[in-house]
């Protein structure tokens, strides 16, 4: 069974202290990992796809990186507009090519202190 | 925005009473999903559809049927609805940048309180 697991469930920063969430998982065979944005009330925004290991994508003070167990959303010098809950999710290689479904992990809160 | 409403966006019901929920986009995508979002749990998918009339269950499909008339609409239907089934609902479509990396988004969520 894929599983995704993020940590920490809940973290605070003050303005400009930058850190890194992390999302550990299991499946037999990635064909993705998935970051995702999301605001109290909304639907999730879309932040990266990562496909194999080792490749790294950024936007503005974000930046994800993948390994072959795990994927890591560092925060740069972080602004209160980025307090928000970041998911990250899966899609395995036998989810099968007719869905693409994607095994979701439960979220870092991220707040940040002016 | 990519182009996904969600309707209503807010329901309440009664338990044992029919709610349909719809989904629509404007750019025919092929690939459509229903989520539902508890807290405590991540996102979980409760059906998919892979074209008009072509669907399949996810995980958690049990009390939940779709449909899938036009390329645009897909619509999640509880048949009769229970406590359990109170939730915040999401659809996301799939979108493909090449031909091997794809993005999926999401509407803005649909919440069905069910008393």
């Known amino acids: 069974e894929d599983q995704v697991t993020q940590s920490p469930e809940a973290l605070r920063l003050q303005e400009g202290e930058s850190s890194s969430l992390n999302c550990s998982y299991t499946?037999?065979?990635?064909?993705?990992l998935f970051w995702y944005r999301q605001d109290p009330g909304k639907g999730p925004e879309f932040l990266f796809t990562?496909?194999?290991a080792g490749e790294e994508k950024e936007k503005e003070r974000l930046k994800a990186t993948l390994t072959k167990k795990e994927s890591f959303l560092h925060i740069t010098a972080p602004k209160p507009e980025d307090s928000a809950t970041y998911l990250c999710?899966?899609?395995?290689?036998?989810?099968?090519?007719?869905?693409?479904?994607?095994?979701f992990g439960k979220g870092t809160k991220l707040s940040v202190i002016p | 925005d990519a182009g996904i409403t969600q309707s209503p966006r807010h329901k309440v019901t009664e338990t044992g009473t029919p709610v349909t929920l719809r989904c629509h986009q404007t750019?025919?995508?092929?690939?459509m999903y229903w989520y539902r979002q508890d807290p405590g749990h991540g996102l979980r998918l409760i059906h998919y559809s892979y074209g008009v009339k072509d669907t399949d269950k996810g995980e958690v499909s049990d009390g939940y049927s779709v449909s899938r008339s036009k390329t645009e609409d897909f619509l999640l239907t509880l048949e009769s609805a229970t406590s359990s089934q109170t939730s915040v609902y999401f659809c996301?479509?799939?979108?493909?940048?090449?031909?091997?990396?794809?993005?999926?988004?999401f509407g803005p969520g649909t919440r069905l309180t069910v008393t």
């Open positions: 750019e025919n995508h092929r690939y």
């Open positions: 990562l496909y194999s």
């Open positions: 999710a899966v899609q395995a290689s036998e989810s099968g090519a007719g869905s693409y479904q994607l095994t």
């Open positions: 996301a479509i799939r979108v493909h940048k090449t031909a091997n990396s794809y993005e999926q988004y």
């Open positions: 499946v037999s065979g990635l064909r993705g």
